[in-house]
């Protein structure tokens, strides 16, 4: 069955460093989307991504995010300098064509700043 | 602000008995109402709901919507304990999932 994967499982950093999260969208959708989790917290939308540009965006998704889908299978999540309360669970998901379809998680990148 | 919220936040019962999780929301441009099950990781999809008073069933589980009254509910018959888990509710608007707190479901043996 087709899945959504991500890399890596988890990421430790240093405060201020940039990191990227990578996802692997499952090959025919289309949209795509990046959620985090603060531990102990519920799921929070940080963006939507459709034909190669943003569809939305949340207010937590300042000017420090940004994604990109380099190729045609690749969807990352880029953290410019990194905060201390960027530590959370990152989600990557996506949908088939329909907006408002069904989104297949992936397991989560642990991403903890130090 | 689009908001999703879901009752009871936790809930404690014995095997076999049946569940009812409940979910309200205010969310513009409304488009589909889902149902999520987390338990160690990522949320696994259940159900997806657009129409009013149709019920979507798997198994136990089961979901209907009402788009008038603005909720959802999810109910659980004849509980195990691998129904143990966060049971989301998340609601498709205005290009985005809006995610209530969830309601965490204990079940004893």
């Known amino acids: 069955e087709p899945e959504v994967t991500q890399t890596p499982s988890h990421q430790v950093t240093q405060m201020g460093q940039e990191v990227i999260l990578r996802c692997v969208p499952i090959?025919?959708?289309?949209?795509f989307y990046w959620y985090r989790q603060i531990l102990g917290q519920k799921v929070e939308f940080l963006v939507s991504f459709y034909n190669n540009e943003i569809s939305e965006k949340s207010e937590i998704f300042d000017d420090q995010f940004s994604v990109e889908r380099p190729d045609g299978s690749n969807f990352t999540l880029k953290i410019r300098s990194t905060k201390l309360e960027d530590s959370a669970m990152y989600f990557c998901a996506s949908s088939a064509q329909v907006r408002g379809n069904e989104q297949f998680f992936g397991p989560g990148t642990r991403l903890t700043v130090l | 602000e689009d908001k999703v919220v879901q009752s009871p936040l936790s809930l404690v019962v014995h095997e076999g008995d049946t569940v009812t999780l409940n979910c309200s929301y205010e969310v513009t441009n409304f488009r589909s109402l889902l149902w999520y099950k987390q338990e160690k990781k990522a949320p696994t999809f259940l159900f997806m709901l657009t129409s009013s008073g149709i019920e979507k069933k798997s198994g136990r589980l089961s979901s209907i919507l009402d788009k008038k009254e603005l909720f959802s509910i999810l109910n659980i018959t004849a509980t195990q304990t691998g129904d143990s888990a966060v049971y989301l509710c998340a609601v498709f608007g205005n290009e985005k999932l809006t995610f209530g707190t969830g309601t965490r479901l204990t079940i004893i043996p």
């Open positions: 090959s025919n959708h289309l949209y």
